[in-house]
């Protein structure tokens, strides 16, 4: 015997409203981004040291939750906000998962949050200690008497962060605030050790980086409906019911047939009857049965207040004014904000830091690197015809060098640049190409070609291979 019906559920899964009415593999996606939510973690995250912590700036309770929410006070842990959501097909930018933000929702708070980063310095000697330099006046504006920023300040890069006395050299170090992004100083501690074996002094500072919803950003319904934002679209241009009301997110109607996730239709409906007669509605599953839906019964409600049984309503567009001829879907959803920002994953490079052994582009979004254009983007640019990319792609733009080449013998070790210095003339000297191999150095080429292809003759060359290139004069 089960205790309950829902007792085979994880706690994740529990916190679904109606699983029993979804596709089995969109629960387990909504036990995967329940996870990943931008919510609120803890109640002393003003005093916390965390390296990272993801905070919602807005959170709402949701109009549709199962018992389980309650259980475990949830509300104490708000992880998302309710939207106002239109599925209909607008403009275009909706397309596949892709999601349509209302601008205005947006910028009176929907969804904004932030990210706290601390920093921890500890000074080298334990002589050294934390001070701002008295004969300087520029740090003024910046640091405190005691070297440390200003709280509140908005941190520039390049301006100074902290300053502190060097007791080994016997002078006033500045450092220098290095960070790319916009951000503010939320808070400095001063912190004590309880080890005898490092006496230095330490210093954490905590910074405070708004996130405020951009294009890119990636949200999700509690039914596995992932999506990003395309477009934070004006409130003018956006439909609006016969009450004026003005969706906050527009979701495209082919997100459902494939996915199977009733549930969300559900709350559309049970979000919209809760806000009409000021509920809030249970979504355990199990409780609704074949012959008492929970369609009809959501459907009765909205009657009762006045709207359509189906959840529909007439909209106008916003563009013309006129009304529209199909019917939609129109309710309310609790949305959460997950923390895959598009701040965190952009990555650009035009010209940056090289390995020095191949002098090609180094990998990782933290060293400036680039991203790799392996085996199977070079089969599809040779599939394509696409030459001049190619070439563009694996030569000018990773590791082009000049070498030299013996068009006699057609090897590319055999080349060296002889200096010689004139007797008669002791100050200039003569450059030349001489091929070790041929011993002249009457037909020595120069030709472009990847760093690499010449690093691998030479490797080559070590295991006694002889590599010879044929040459053609063009």
Same mark, same amino acid.
């Given at each position: ?26 629960? /387990? ?7 990943? @939510? ?10 916390? $040291? ?38 209909? $097909? ?37 002589? $050294? ?6 004969? $300087? ?17 908005? /941190? ?103 996915? /199977? ?114 085996? /199977? ?24 060098? @000049? ?54 003759? @030479? ?16």
């Amino acid at each position: 015997m089960e205790l309950s019906k829902t007792s085979f559920l994880s706690s994740l899964a529990q916190l679904i409203p109606m699983p029993d009415c979804n596709q089995s593999p969109r629960n /387990m996606y909504q036990c995967q981004m329940g996870k990943q @939510t931008m919510g609120t973690p803890c109640h002393n995250w003003d005093l916390q $040291s965390e390296t990272k912590l993801y905070r919602l700036q807005t959170p709402g309770t949701p109009l549709f939750r199962p018992v389980h929410h309650d259980n475990v006070s949830l509300d104490d842990f708000a992880m998302g906000t309710n939207a106002i959501v239109a599925v209909i $097909s607008y403009t275009g930018y909706d397309m596949e998962d892709a999601m349509i933000i209302n601008k205005a929702s947006e910028e009176r708070g929907m969804a904004h949050g932030s990210i706290y980063k601390s920093e921890f310095i500890e000074l080298e000697h334990a002589s $050294s200690y934390f001070a701002r330099d008295p004969n $300087s006046k520029t740090l003024n504006k910046y640091l405190d008497e005691d070297g440390l920023p200003f709280i509140g300040r908005q /941190m520039i890069e390049g301006e100074p962060l902290y300053s502190y006395y060097n007791s080994d050299k016997s002078e006033y170090v500045v450092s220098k605030f290095k960070g790319k992004e916009v951000c503010f100083l939320h808070s400095v501690k001063l912190c004590g050790t309880l080890s005898s074996k490092s006496p230095n002094k330490v210093a954490c500072i905590t910074y405070r980086v708004p996130r405020n919803p951009s294009v890119g950003d990636k949200f999700a319904s509690r039914a596995g409906q992932k999506g990003i934002c395309s477009q934070k679209w004006p409130a003018e241009d956006l439909p609006f019911t016969e009450t004026g009301l003005v969706p906050d997110i527009v979701f495209n109607p082919h997100g459902f047939p494939s996915r /199977m996730t009733i549930a969300m239709m559900i709350e559309i409906m049970a979000g919209k009857s809760a806000a009409l007669h000021g509920l809030v509605h249970d979504a355990t599953p199990f409780r609704f049965t074949e012959e008492d839906t929970a369609i009809d019964y959501f459907g009765r409600l909205l009657e009762q207040g006045g709207y359509n049984y189906y959840g529909t309503e007439t909209m106008y567009s916003g563009i013309d004014g006129r009304e529209m001829t199909a019917q939609i879907f129109f309710g309310i959803v609790h949305y959460q904000r997950l923390r895959h920002m598009v701040s965190d994953k952009w990555q650009v490079r035009s010209t940056g830091p090289i390995n020095t052994l191949t002098r090609q582009p180094l990998k990782g979004r933290k060293r400036g690197g680039g991203v790799r254009f392996g085996e /199977m983007e070079r089969d599809a640019l040779i599939s394509h015809g696409a030459s001049f990319l190619l070439q563009d792609r694996m030569l000018h733009c990773s590791d082009e060098t @000049t070498a030299f080449i013996c068009t006699s013998c057609g090897t590319l070790l055999g080349p060296v640049t002889l200096v010689t210095r004139k007797a008669d003339k002791p100050h200039h000297s003569e450059v030349t190409e001489t091929c070790r191999l041929c011993g002249h150095g009457n037909k020595i080429a120069e030709i472009q070609i990847p760093y690499i292809f010449k690093f691998f003759v @030479t490797q080559l060359a070590s295991c006694n291979i002889n590599v010879r290139i044929e040459c053609k004069d063009v």
